[in-house]
């Protein structure tokens, strides 16, 4: 059974940084694309908005519009690990940030950004 676990959440000024890193366990994490999505306030998980992507070996990256030039994705296969490199946040930028890979979804961390 694999798992994933988030953690870097947190609060934020306007302008600041966070990075976020996702844990996997249990299955070959190396062999999947590795996902960011945040759910905002009063939207469904499954209505999450998809924020980056990894290829398995690292070498292609995807962004949404709205975090284009702002948030950095990259994995570490050898310790399980992906991460979001988000800077210049904004508070619309509010969010729970899950990572996705294979079917495995961890339990996600909250991002506030506000003064």
């Known amino acids: 059974q694999g798992h994933l676990v988030e953690s870097g959440g947190g609060l934020v000024q306007p302008g600041g940084s966070l990075r976020l890193s996702c844990q996997a366990s249990g299955f070959t994490f190396s062999r999947f694309v590795g996902t960011w999505y945040r759910q905002f306030p009063g939207k469904d998980r499954d209505e999450s908005e998809w924020v980056a992507e990894i290829a398995p070996g690292g070498t292609g990256t995807g962004y949404g519009d709205s975090v284009k030039g702002r948030f950095t994705i990259s994995r570490d296969n050898d310790n399980n690990k992906l991460f979001l490199q988000m800077n210049n946040l904004k508070p619309e930028d509010s969010a729970v940030y899950y990572c996705?890979?294979?079917?495995?979804w961890g339990q996600g961390t909250q991002v506030t950004v506000s003064s």
């Open positions: 996705r890979a294979s079917k495995y």
